[in-house]
C-alpha cells in the first residue's frame, strides 16, 4: 500500500508540475508579446496600410496583413474542407472497416501532416514555375490549403472514427438516400469538425515559411488572385528584420493582433461547437 501511495503521490505532482509548467509557458509567451507589443499597438496599426518608409519608422499599419491573412485562411479553410469531408466520410462510412485502402489513406495523412512547411513552400514554389504563376494569393491559397488539409483530414477522420457503425445502416433503412446519410452524420460530428478548423486555422494563419515562397508580399490589399498578399507572420518577420527599434516593436505589436485573431476564432469555434453539440440536435 505505501508504494502504491508513493506512486500515486509522485505522478500525481508530475502532473500537476508539467501542467504548471505548460501554463507557465503560454503565460511568458503571452506576456512578452503583451509587454512589448501593446505599447505599440495603435488604431493606425490596425486600420492603415504601411506608409512610405514603414519599415524604417515612418508611419502607417498592418491593414494589408490582416486582410491578407484573412483571405488565405479564409480561401484555404474552404478548398481543405471541400476535399476533407468526401474522403474522410469515404473511407470510414463507404468502405468496409478494414479496408486495406483506407489505411494506406490514413497512413499518408501521417505522413502529410509531418512534412515541414518549408517543404509544402518549395513544393508550391516549384509547382508554381512549372505552370508559369507568379507568387500570388492564389500560390497562397493552394499552398496553404496543402499544409492544413492533413491537420483537418487527420482530426475529421479520428472523430468520425469513434462514430457507430450501426448509424449509416439505421439511416439506409429508414429510406434516407446516401446525402441525406452524409449530412446526418456531418452534423453528428460538428464538435469535431469545429475542432479541426481551428488546428488548422491556427497553423495556416500563423505559418511563415509557406506564404513566403508563393504568396510575395505586397504593402497593398490584393484585388484580385493574381496579385501578391502580404500575411502577417510575413509582416513580423520583417519588421523584426528591421534596424529601428520602433519598428520591432510594431512586430510586438502585429503578434498582438495575430494573437487576438486566434482567440476570436477559438471562441467562434467553441461557440459553434456547442450550439450544434450531439445533446442539441
Known amino acids: 500500500m505505501k508504494l502504491k501511495n508513493i506512486e500515486e503521490t509522485f505522478f500525481k505532482a508530475l502532473m500537476i508540475a508539467s501542467t504548471l509548467a505548460i501554463a507557465g509557458v503560454l503565460l511568458m509567451i503571452i506576456g512578452t508579446i503583451v509587454y512589448k507589443g501593446l505599447p505599440s499597438l495603435t488604431w493606425d496599426m490596425v486600420t492603415k496600410l504601411p506608409g512610405g518608409g514603414f519599415y524604417l519608422g515612418k508611419e502607417g499599419g498592418v491593414l494589408n496583413a490582416i486582410v491578407g491573412s484573412i483571405y488565405i485562411v479564409a480561401g484555404s479553410l474552404v478548398l481543405s474542407l471541400f476535399m476533407s469531408i468526401p474522403v474522410v466520410m469515404y473511407i470510414n462510412f463507404y468502405l468496409p472497416k478494414k479496408s486495406w485502402f483506407a489505411s494506406v489513406v490514413r497512413f499518408s495523412f501521417d505522413i502529410l501532416f509531418g512534412i515541414p512547411s518549408i517543404v509544402y513552400g518549395a513544393f508550391g514554389f516549384a509547382l508554381m514555375v512549372y505552370l508559369g504563376v507568379r507568387a500570388s494569393l492564389m500560390g497562397g491559397i493552394i499552398t496553404i490549403a496543402m499544409l492544413i488539409t492533413p491537420i483537418m483530414m487527420r482530426s475529421l477522420d479520428e472523430v468520425a472514427r469513434l462514430q457507430s457503425r450501426d448509424l449509416p445502416d439505421a439511416l439506409l433503412s429508414l429510406g434516407a438516400t446516401k446525402l441525406e446519410m452524409i449530412r446526418v452524420i456531418t452534423r ?52 523584426l528584420g528591421s534596424p529601428v527599434e520602433e519598428v520591432q516593436n510594431r512586430a510586438y505589436a502585429s503578434a498582438v493582433i495575430l494573437t487576438v485573431i486566434i482567440l476570436l476564432l477559438s471562441f467562434s469555434a467553441r461557440f459553434f461547437s456547442s450550439r450544434y453539440s450531439k445533446s442539441k440536435i
Open 188 to 239: 453528428q460530428i460538428m464538435p469535431g469538425l469545429m475542432t479541426a478548423v481551428l488546428l488548422a486555422v491556427g497553423r495556416g494563419i500563423g505559418d511563415a515559411a509557406t506564404v513566403l515562397f508563393t504568396a510575395g508580399f505586397t504593402d497593398n490589399i490584393p484585388q484580385s488572385l493574381n496579385q501578391p498578399v502580404a500575411t502577417l507572420p510575413l509582416a513580423i518577420f520583417f519588421q
